[in-house]
């Protein structure tokens, strides 16, 4: 009797990072923080012609006309580096300071959005300049959000307000903003990436492995699960595609 090779199992956890590819090339990997889930998933499209002799169509013939990867990640980390390659967005990158003519729109009895957000020193005037509102008076602010809330005119009457804003009135902010980023999602062009797992079999004492897909299209998150009762994950899927110097999908190298 033949001997039977021993199993070799596979759990896998490990680091995985992203590189953006110029003409093929990774530019430096960047680790994307945890991801819980990683899978390859190979498929291939076949030619396949049945016999027409026996009355019974087996098949006599079989030809692999198409190979496809694809992979699935989901990543715990809403990193902006991360927003910005998976969600193919524009990332402005915001120093702290001062910001002098935010101009607003008031909605009485609404909360309307400043610029930015982390803000302190608000002083909200009319859009002459002349007028000077007061905080509880006529509006309350989000300092973390970067929100204002105007008064209804009867809560401006209850507080005695000396000068009341009127609906639809525009409304001037100065202020001063921490350093922050905004991700406007769609805001930059498909990227191409090369992926590579740096990985460990927990099932063989953390023997390592690496894994490598050259050449990874990413199409954006799905979902951005904003509410929930654990953290939110981003889902990811991509395609891999052949490279021209090699002719790769993906590489894994094991002991």
């Not at 991801?35 to 098949?59: D, Q, T, Y």
């Not at 909360?111 to 905080?135: C, D, F, H, Q, R």
């Amino acid at each position: 009797m033949p001997r039977e090779q021993a199993t070799e199992y596979f759990s896998g956890q490990g680091i995985l990072y992203l590189a953006e590819n110029l003409n093929e090339v990774p530019q430096g990997y960047l680790d994307v923080g945890n991801a819980p889930e990683l899978s390859i998933a190979h498929e291939v499209s076949k030619f396949e012609k049945k016999e027409s002799r026996s009355g019974s169509r087996l098949l006599a013939f079989s030809q692999i006309t198409e190979k496809k990867g694809n992979i699935t990640i989901t990543c715990d980390s809403w990193h902006t580096d991360n927003l910005k390659k998976l969600l193919q967005a524009a990332v402005t990158e915001k120093a702290a300071g001062a910001v002098t003519g935010d101009i607003i729109t008031a909605r009485l009895g609404k909360v309307v959005p400043l610029s930015n957000m982390k803000v302190s020193a608000v002083i909200v005037k009319n859009e002459a300049g002349s007028t000077t509102y007061v905080l509880d008076d006529n509006y309350t602010v989000n300092t973390e959000t970067g929100t204002i809330y105007f008064m209804t005119d009867a809560e401006q009457t209850a507080a005695s307000a000396v000068a009341s804003i009127a609906e639809g009135d525009g409304i001037i902010v100065t202020y001063t903003r921490a350093a922050q980023d905004e991700i406007a999602t769609f805001g930059e062009a498909e990227q191409e990436y090369s992926l590579m797992f740096e990985g460990l079999n927990t099932a063989r004492d953390n023997e390592p492995v690496l894994v490598l897909a050259h050449r990874v299209k990413i199409s954006p998150a799905k979902t951005l699960a904003l509410i929930n009762d654990e953290t939110g994950t981003l889902q990811i899927e991509g395609q891999i595609l052949a490279t021209t110097i090699g002719s790769k999908y993906v590489t894994i190298r094991k002991l």
